[in-house]
């Protein structure tokens, strides 16, 4: 019969095993440290680029503005005012014609109440090349007024209406009466962006 009897002081360790297993530890560890360094090195690398354009494009703005304000400065000479006047006034007559009056008198026409009608309609551009519209409106009631300036609240086309004035006039073919309404709208022709009515123009 033979026996195995360790006579070690220490417990018995696979010692082999146990370097194998800490030296996959420390090789992972390793891997994982270089693949954040290099995550991060890549990150900073892209913020320093982004700051980088970021203040490229905050010269080119500075530098465009100067420029404009130059430009402003020379248009406002004394002895450029009437050059100045006359580039406004063809910019408007410009925009005037690229109105298609079939197509306002077609969007007027969809959201017009019934038994109300146009009377005379006066574009006018603003000064920030917005179509201003000045329409009078005539109707057999007091709230066909009210009714087309909130179906043009609605509309894709016009853009802060507000009746200006109200008149009743008598018809004396009907012993009746007839509705004037004042109404100023902006308006957007389709395929055009749209824009809002500034503080300014309280609208």
């Known amino acids: 019969m033979r026996l195995n009897i360790n006579l070690a002081s220490q417990k018995y360790e696979d010692v082999r095993q146990f370097y194998t297993r800490w030296t996959a530890a420390i090789a992972f560890t390793a891997v994982l440290t270089l693949f954040l360094i290099v995550l991060a090195w890549i990150n900073f690398s892209s913020s320093s680029s982004s700051g980088q354009r970021i203040k490229e494009l905050q010269a080119k703005i500075a530098t465009l503005q100067q420029e404009r304000a130059a430009a402003e400065t020379v248009t406002n000479l004394p002895e450029n005012h009437d050059v100045t006047a006359q580039k406004n006034y063809w910019n408007k007559q410009i925009n005037r014609r690229q109105l298609s009056w079939t197509q306002l008198f077609n969007d007027l026409q969809r959201i017009m109440p019934a038994r109300a009608f146009l009377s005379s309609v006066h574009p006018e551009m603003t000064l920030d090349n917005r179509l201003k519209l000045t329409l009078t409106i005539k109707g057999d009631t007091h709230g066909n007024g ?4 909130q179906k043009m609240e609605k509309s894709e086309r016009f853009r802060g209406p507000k009746i200006t004035s109200e008149l009743v006039e008598k018809d004396q ?14 308006y957007t022709p389709a395929g055009q962006t749209q824009t809002r009515p500034s503080a300014k123009e309280g609208l």
Do not use: H
């Open 146 to 149: 009210l009714e087309l300036v």
């Open 173 to 186: 073919r009907s012993a009746g009466q007839t509705y004037k309404f004042d109404i100023i709208t902006y």
